[in-house]
């Protein structure tokens, strides 16, 4: 790809970044995309054959924009599965504001548009891919707690970290982002990973009793 090639692809896709956050994902048609950018709508689709295709190419580059590889390298390198788990739910707590904008506007078309829910299908998927490693990351040291599948352990907690159980916690109980990370690491570990083996009741007096 050329350098003049290669920039009007970034320009495209930072106006459709832009035009998802301000427009709440209406109005993001090939020909707006056109219209901010400065360039005709066939030259869009010389970049984007669809416009579900431009979608999730926009999501992508606000995710390398963010750096999300960066975030992610301290759970990708984590010496544990306890540690992995821990540092992805903290990662992905301090992630979800930053791309909320967008996140949201895709979220309030993907009911009646399929390009919409497509991209952000995409952008999910990555999400429970990141669930699936800590998940899998457990169970290779053994620590996935007793009852679960790797398979039933990554559904549940991909659901626990969807954006509207976030959006409800923050937005309409009031949570801060830190309340919201140290509450979701705390369900995550008391849910999926296994009590350690000298765990017990506490007696009155304060020492373990074996169960």
């Known amino acids: 790809m050329s350098r003049r090639s290669s920039d009007t692809r970034h320009r495209i896709l930072e106006a459709t970044i832009a035009r998802l956050e301000s427009q709440g994902g209406a109005g993001v048609r090939m020909a707006d995309i056109a219209k901010a950018t400065g360039i005709s709508r066939q030259a869009v689709y010389l970049h984007f054959a669809t416009r579900a295709e431009l979608l999730i190419a926009a999501a992508r580059h606000l995710d390398e924009r963010l750096d999300v590889d960066g975030r992610l390298a301290a759970s990708r390198s984590a010496a ?6 821990s540092r992805y739910v903290e990662t992905w707590g301090r992630y979800i504001p930053d791309i909320y904008g967008v996140g949201k506007a895709l979220m309030l078309a993907e009911a009646s548009d399929e390009a919409a829910a497509e991209a952000w299908r995409d952008r999910m998927d990555a ?3 990141g669930c699936r490693a800590a998940i899998d990351a457990l169970d290779a040291d053994g620590d996935l707690a007793p009852g679960w599948t790797r398979a039933s352990a990554t559904d549940a907690l ?3 970290l969807l954006v509207p159980n976030w959006e409800h916690l923050t937005q309409r109980c ?3 982002t830190e309340q919201y990370v140290a509450g979701m690491k705390q369900l995550a570990e008391s849910s999926f990973v296994t009590a350690p083996a000298s765990a ?5 007096g304060g020492q373990n009793q074996a169960d």
Do not use: I
Request: aromatic fraction near 10%.
């Open 174 to 176: 009031g949570w801060s």
């Open 127 to 129: 999400m429970r891919d």
């Open 80 to 85: 544990t599965g306890r540690e992995r788990l």
């Open 200 to 204: 017990g009741r506490l007696t009155q």
């Open 158 to 160: 991909w659901t626990l």
